[in-house]
């Protein structure tokens, strides 16, 4: 049976991209950020995944504003870099597990979960920033992602967006879709966006670090109450794009302490705990948990 052991939590900002793909890394201002992804490239080494369950947001790059799903899941055998203005990334193209995906569309979908199916696909620093910083810089053409992507993509970016609570059901309906797949997979989701920032309007630049520190606490350690904050409460105190965070509840519903909406199990073992400011507009947020 496939199994998912772990979730990891990151930051997206494209800024890293950049910083990365141009041999930033270590200027002043982006060391201490890339220093504090130095222990999930080892722990990437160390608890290789078969798959990676990728739940991210495209940022009107694969999706424009004619068509926005809620929930799409990538059913594909690959999807390209996404060019975002200034070409696409120079990283490998993202291998994906058609066969695991289609069978958790089935099974979540089946669930009463609606979700979109897609078969093409561009993916934004979203997806990619994500990969990058877990696994480094890979050679986009010789080089590859350490194992099969599977890319979930969430609107967070045009209202209504979906509650917090409905992305941490979704989580564990997503756990019970892998654990029926009848093959032994490793499984790793991620949760990507956040943590607070604002990029329009009044309050842009916004960054709240002790909201962010209590928003972290709560999702790892009580995140039954974590998926009742309400949307208000993430604009308000981490901005409009904070709204992003709520992409880690779909990874944290799907950790094995989690079930019938209820943590019922062992919590699991946090093995990193990051956070650092200042990284372009953007408080950068990091975490993995381990199931016990
Ligand atoms: C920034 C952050 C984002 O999440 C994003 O999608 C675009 C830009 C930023 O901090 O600049
Ligand atoms: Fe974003």
């Known amino acids: 049976m496939a199994k998912i052991t772990a979730s990891v939590y990151t930051s997206h900002v494209p800024a890293i991209g950049a910083a990365l793909d141009l041999g930033k890394t270590h200027e002043p201002y982006w060391k201490p950020v890339f220093e504090g992804y130095e222990y999930g490239k080892q722990w990437m080494k160390d608890n290789k995944p078969d798959v990676i369950f990728l739940v991210f947001n495209d940022h009107a790059t694969a999706f424009s504003l004619d068509m926005i799903p809620t929930f799409a899941i990538g059913t594909a055998a690959e999807y390209q870099p996404a060019d975002e203005g ?13 066969e695991l995906a289609s069978h958790i569309a089935q099974s979540v979908i089946q669930q009463d979960f609606d979700l979109t199916i897609v078969n093409k696909m561009d993916v934004d620093h979203g997806l990619t920033v994500p990969l990058s910083l877990m696994c480094g810089q890979q050679d986009p053409l010789k080089g590859a992602w350490p194992c099969p992507v599977i890319p979930f993509a969430v609107n967070v970016v045009q209202y209504p967006v979906p509650s917090g609570q409905r992305c ?4 564990q309906a997503i756990r019970k879709a892998v654990e029926s797949y009848d093959e032994d997979l490793n499984v790793h989701i991620w949760g990507t966006g956040g943590m607070s920032h604002q990029l329009q309007g009044a309050r842009a630049g916004l960054i709240n670090r002790t909201w962010d520190n209590q928003w972290l606490d709560m999702m790892i350690n009580d995140p039954v109450a974590c998926a009742q904050v309400p949307h208000i409460d993430y604009v308000r105190e981490a901005g409009s794009e904070g709204i992003e965070l709520v992409m880690w509840l779909i990874a944290r519903g799907a950790m094995s302490d989690v079930s019938g909406g209820k943590v019922t199990g062992k919590v699991p073992k946090l093995a990193k705990r990051f956070y650092h400011v200042p990284a372009s507009n953007t408080a950068v947020g990091h975490a993995i948990l381990e199931c016990q």
């Open 86 to 98: 200034w070409g696409p990334r120079p990283v490998p193209v993202v291998k994906g597990h058609p």
């Open 168 to 171: 941490f059901n979704l989580g």
